[in-house]
C-alpha cells in the first residue's frame, strides 16, 4: 500500500479528492500538522481486515454461530 503525505491544510482544500483517493486507488494517508503525523487514512477494507485479525478465537467463533 502507498502512502501519501497530507497537511490538515491540504485536508480541508481536498477532502473529496483525497477519500476519493483512498477508497478507489487503495492508497493510505498520513495527515500531519507542524511536520508531526496526527492522523493515518486507510481503505475501509484494510482497516476492517485489521479489526477481524485481532479479535481473539473465542469472539471469531461466536460470531459464526
Do not use: C, H, N
Request: hydrophobic share 40%; aromatic share 6%.
Amino acid at each position: 500500500m502507498q502512502l501519501r503525505t497530507y497537511t490538515t491544510i491540504d485536508l480541508r482544500k481536498a477532502l473529496g479528492e483525497i477519500l476519493d483517493r483512498t477508497r478507489i486507488a487503495g492508497e493510505a494517508a498520513a495527515i500531519t500538522r507542524k511536520g508531526k503525523t496526527v492522523a493515518y487514512l486507510v481503505p475501509a477494507e484494510w482497516f476492517e481486515q485489521q479489526q477481524v485479525a485481532q479479535q481473539p478465537a473465542s469472539e471469531t467463533d461466536q460470531d459464526a454461530a
